[in-house]
T-cell receptor
Framework: AQSVTQPDIHITVSEGASLELRCNYS??????LFWYVQSPGQGLQLLLK??????LVQGIKGFEAEFKRSQSSFNLRKPSVHWSDAAEYFC???????????FGAGTQVVVTP | NAGVMQNPRHLVRRRGQEARLRCSPM?????VYWYRQLPEEGLKFMVY????????ESGMPKERFSAEFPKEGPSILRIQQVVRGDSAAYFC?????????????FGPGTRLTVL
């Protein structure tokens, strides 16, 4: 059965520091991978996605993610965080033929001054 | 180009009442997905619909929950005889294509509180 794991429930980072959020998946074929961000009380906004091709993908707000098949990972990174990046981040796998997404449990990011 | 619309944004119901959540997909999208987010948890898939058809309802509770996406009008998620455990945020997403995963665009959600 497919699964998505975000090992870090909560991360605290200083403003200006780099950020990396981990995502591991379990799926038999090449998955479709997504990162979404959710601000408090809001819906989900797509940051970036990977379907095929270049394994390093660029997204909005200065985020990037790298697909590593050998590690079954799709980690999200940002070189320098801003206070506005404080939010919850969800990794998702779209691996079903009908497009049903499976989400990780999320990583809460807190940005300190 | 309006995004996915959901209403109401907040809904309060007493135990035993019915809750109706509405979702209007993005223009040109004919595929709708409903997800539920319980407090402190990620989103869980509930149901996938196309116009007038339920394609996959494997994530729907067996009782009290139903969904529809009529030919005209929004998709409706209906919860009968609500209980406190139904308190959650319910998100709708839409996509334009069938036959494989595509980017899903999410609405702002409906936050249901059952008293």
């Amino acid at each position: 059965a497919q699964s998505v794991t975000q090992p870090d429930i909560h991360i605290t980072v200083s403003e200006g520091a780099s950020l990396e959020l981990r995502c591991n998946y379990s799926y038999g074929a090449t998955p479709y991978l997504f990162w979404y961000v959710q601000s408090p009380g809001q819906g989900l906004q797509l940051l970036l996605k990977y379907f095929s091709g270049d394994t390093l993908v660029q997204g909005i707000k200065g985020f990037e993610a790298e697909f590593k098949r050998s590690q079954s990972s799709f980690n999200l990174r940002k070189p320098s965080v801003h206070w506005s990046d404080a939010a919850e981040y969800f990794c998702a796998v779209g691996a079903d033929s009908w497009g049903k997404f499976q989400f990780g449990a999320g990583t809460q990011v807190v940005v300190t001054p | 180009n309006a995004g996915v619309m959901q209403n109401p944004r907040h809904l309060v119901r007493r135990r035993g009442q019915e809750a109706r959540l509405r979702c209007s997909p993005m223009k040109g999208h004919s595929h709708v997905y409903w997800y539920r987010q319980l407090p402190e948890e990620g989103l869980k898939f509930m149901v996938y619909l196309q116009k007038e058809n339920i394609i996959d309802e494997s994530g729907m509770p067996k009782e009290r929950f139903s969904a529809e996406f009529p030919k005209e009008g929004p998709s409706i998620l209906r919860i009968q005889q609500v209980v406190r455990g139904d308190s959650a945020a319910y998100f709708c997403a839409s996509s334009p294509l069938a036959g494989g995963p595509d980017t899903q665009y999410f609405g702002p959600g409906t936050r249901l509180t059952v008293l």
